[in-house]
């Protein structure tokens, strides 16, 4: 009980309820800017976290989160073009809806959902979360091991359309983690050692100023390419009638659970992301609705099931990618993957231990999930009129800012000494380099952060594992539960391949 | 450690290598599969191409003289250059008379607004020690104060060049400027002022 009202005491303080709420628009924003994701605001906020108390720090971020899941929906319903890959389905019915005159209720209906979903997640992880933990505590080595390698290939063939595309930015990403120093011998471990020996290379490749350059820099570099393009117009229309009447939403119950129980789940698998589970639950969605027997309006004839339905399962993904983070440590997507990353550099170690010693923590979390989803619900319903003007900003005047945020953010990180945060400058934009070129070959970036974050953790235990067993290799094979994320990992890879046959 | 006197330990080499000829292997196996329409996919159109390396050059560059003329100026700088051009869309010769000026006139601006926020700043601190207001010595006070006086300034100017800015071959450029001067103020408050980043102050010695 101590821990609890300790929870709340960390997130119920002015000052964190600010900052959630910052966090929380500046999250509608990003995901409302067409080409922005979570992920990259969540990497360009990273660093001003880092300058905030722990939990007001991940409060920030989880503001980010959640406000740039939900604010995608609103050039989706607008304008047709969804803000992120994780609208996509909404686009469908809302822009039809819009077409209708409709526009105020489908805002409204996704705002409404996007808030249900993302409180039934919330509670699915705060049920679940401890129990995985608690299966943690049967990990030695050789299980730590095997988990990050499943974690890492289930993300590498689920990124990519092209399995091998997958592996190899993974394999990237984990070459990227090996440099520096070794973790036992402190040997040094760096290419061109006679070049790099004097720089704060030496140190390893730090994880911010990484994810900033793959999420932040090469977003701009990437969406430079469109700047002719023009700024985009939204569509003057009169928008009313914005909360969805409460019947209605009842009425939707099943198609709400489901959507909820699809995006949970789809979440809580490492690497598939939103936009399968928002798929998925907008077909389950039509199938409900054009059953005889239903009474409610048919999903894709422009209403509001069809919206509901994959922003129900959208944002209940939030709740459902933080159930691996928290219990496992392995990151359910990529925007999850950079949030992982920031509770690590906050020294929050998930895992059993966080759930037994930390558990103010815990609580202090859930209830900034809580308090961002309140905010997310407020803040848009509030302001449906207002953040669809956010689609007028020209990118020519974005990018450009995007760019110097991500530089200075990158800076931020070491700011008290003044070299080593230069040289992290030229690593996130080397990164951003190396992001943007990935990008445009068609190859997923989210592996390489899993294989940055993962890389320390598969290394040391790997060795470990060795070293315990006499140098017997095949220790990983001994282990049950080894076994079983063997099983998967090697599952992760041959089952794309042979989808991809069949197809063929 | 445990085992290493008998050499159990995989050695740190081990997973670099393996990671290494994992690389390898698959770089050579995309190689080999790419088509010439995937290759067709990634063109980029000139303008865009131009922006691109533009952005990519102005960012090294910045990097380097980050410490040497530091945060305000480089920052400032970069980002007029680069709102200037993206505004056009591309770079062109008629385009850098107006580049010129523009950049000239920005700077300025930017350190007047500048100075006037280390004026006001100081002036807080030492009217707070002097007259014990303790909440004139705030660093985050003194930085909504400094905000306050931005946000004013800049709503003045807009007003007041209201109908210069429909003109459009002067809006790149006071667009450009205001937007500098406006981010990199806010920046410098945010991360300087409240955060105590050690921003580079390069040559501004104030």
Known sequence: MEELFSGIQQVFNLNTILWIALGEVLGIIIGALPGLTATMGIALLLPLSFQLARVTGIGLLLGVYCGAVSGASIPAILLGIPGNPNAIATVYDGQAMTRKGLAGQALGGAVVASFIGGILSLIALSLFSPLIARFTLAFGPAEKATLALVGLTIIASVSAKNLAKGILTGAFGLALAFMGTDPFTDTLRVPFPELLAKTPLVGGINLIPALIGLFGVSQVLYDLERIQEGRLAPPQLKIEKVFPPLRKVASMWRIILESTGIGTLIGAIPGTGASIAVFLSYERAKRITS??????????????????????????????????????????????????????????????????????????????????????LTFQLLGVRIFPK???IPMALLLPVILVLSMIGAYAIKGQAVLAATFDMGVALVLGIIGYYLKKADYPTAPIVLGLILGGLLEVNFRRAVKLAGGNYLVFFTKPIAVVFIVLAVFSVVLPLIQKRRRS | MIGDERGWDPGSRALPIAMGFLMLGLSTHLIFKETAKEQAERSVPTGARHLIVLTILLSIFYILVFRALGFILSTAMLLFTLIYFNYHGDIRLELFPGFAAGLVSSTVFVLLVYT?????????????????????????????????????????????????????????????????????EGLYLVFKQIFLVSLARGILFW
């Open chain 1, 291 to 376: 059953s005889p027997r239903s009474k409610l309006e048919k999903v894709g004839s422009g209403c509001l099931e069809g919206v509901m339905a994959p922003e129900v399962a959208n944002n209940a993904v939030t709740g459902g990618a933080l159930i691996p983070v928290l219990s496992l440590g392995i990151p359910g997507d990529a925007g999850t993957a950079v949030l992982l990353g920031a509770l690590l550099i906050k020294g929050v170690v998930p895992g059993y231990q966080l759930f037994s010693q930390n558990m103010d923590l815990v609580y202090a979390i859930l209830f900034a999930l809580l308090l961002s989803n309140v905010f997310m």
């Open chain 2, 116 to 184: 006037a926020g280390r004026f006001i700043t100081r002036s807080l601190f030492y009217l707070g020690r002097a007259r014990s207001y303790e909440l004139f010595t705030s660093k985050v006070f003194s930085a909504f104060v400094v905000l306050l006086f931005g946000a004013v300034l800049f709503a003045v100017l807009l007003v007041s060049l209201r109908k210069t800015v429909n003109k459009p071959r002067v809006r790149s450029v006071l667009v450009a400027g205001l937007t500098a001067a406006g981010v990199t």
């Open chain 1, 390 to 392: 956010v689609l007028s």
